[in-house]
């Protein structure tokens, strides 16, 4: 079992208070424990069973506005502004 390649959480840090603390480093992992020895082998085999994935570049294709739909928005804030110019106010909204 490689312990130095275990993620740092499974060693307990200290809180500094003597009651946590020691000289040695306090570990929570075993690597004697059936149940961490067990995991440690599982996720061995199963790293080995996969490929490498291939990183590449994705393409995406992004669609052109479309002008009318630009028309469209335009034509509603157009109305939306004549409305607030009937009624003295647009109530604090920026049209």
């Known amino acids: 079992m490689d312990y130095s390649a275990l993620p740092h959480f499974c060693r307990r840090e200290g809180s500094g208070s003597s009651k946590h603390s020691?000289?040695?480093?306090?570990?929570?992992?075993?690597?004697?424990?059936?149940?961490?020895k067990e995991l440690y082998?599982?996720?061995?085999q199963q790293s080995s069973h996969k490929e490498l994935l291939k990183m590449g570049s994705l393409h995406v294709s992004i669609p052109e506005p479309d002008p009318n739909d630009a028309k469209i928005?335009?034509?509603i804030q157009a109305e939306f502004h004549k409305?607030?110019?009937?009624?003295?106010?647009?109530?604090?909204?920026?049209?």
């Not at 020691?22 to 961490?36: E, M, R």
């Not at 082998?41 to 061995?44: A, C, I, P, R, V």
């Not at 409305?83 to 109530?91: A, F, I, K, L, R």
């Open 22 to 36: 020691s000289s040695n480093a306090d570990d929570c992992f075993s690597p004697d424990h059936p149940f961490h």
């Open 41 to 44: 082998e599982l996720t061995n």
């Open 73 to 75: 928005v335009e034509v």
């Open 83 to 95: 409305m607030g110019e009937q009624n003295g106010s647009t109530n604090g909204h920026k049209v």
